[in-house]
């Protein structure tokens, strides 16, 4: 029985830890679409040399996303429009107690879902609220 599976296992599992860290440290729902893209590829491309693909090429496109990822938030930290294509931008979804459809419909938001943010964050009625916005995460700030 080959046992060099398990080594592979070892070693794209610690290789892929280190990837992961220079990438950065941030929960799913903290990432930004590029970011989530990355990881999912990521995950995808880490069980290419069990399946018999090479551990270098796989670890040198891991390296590569990780790198493209990195570059690309430089990137939205110098531009404006660069930082709303890769990450997107805040939107406003209370103003003054009243809900802007408009911007609702942009993220695809219901009015019930939105109460239900409400709620959990301890807030009775949507005109109690001065000002609320779902951030790039998908939190509510309110």
């Known amino acids: 029985m080959e046992l060099s599976w398990i080594w592979q296992a070892v070693l794209i599992f610690f290789v892929g830890t280190f990837i992961l860290r220079i990438g950065g440290r941030k929960s799913i729902s903290q990432m930004t679409i590029s970011q989530t893209i990355v990881m999912i590829g990521f995950g995808s491309l880490l069980i290419q040399p069990v399946s018999g693909k090479g551990l270098l090429i796989t670890f ?3 390296s590569l996303l990780t790198l493209l990822m990195i570059f690309a938030e430089y990137l939205s930290l110098k531009s404006d429009i660069l930082e709303t294509i890769f990450s997107g931008k805040a939107v406003m979804v209370i103003e003054n107690g009243k809900p802007i459809i ?5 993220i695809r938001l219901t009015i019930d879902k939105l109460e239900t943010r409400l709620r959990q964050a301890g807030i009775s009625s949507i005109e109690d609220v001065r000002y609320a916005t779902i951030e790039v995460s998908g939190q509510s700030s309110i």
Do not use: D, I, T, Y
């Open 60 to 62: 040198a496109v891991a």
């Open 102 to 106: 408009k911007n609702l419909k942009k």
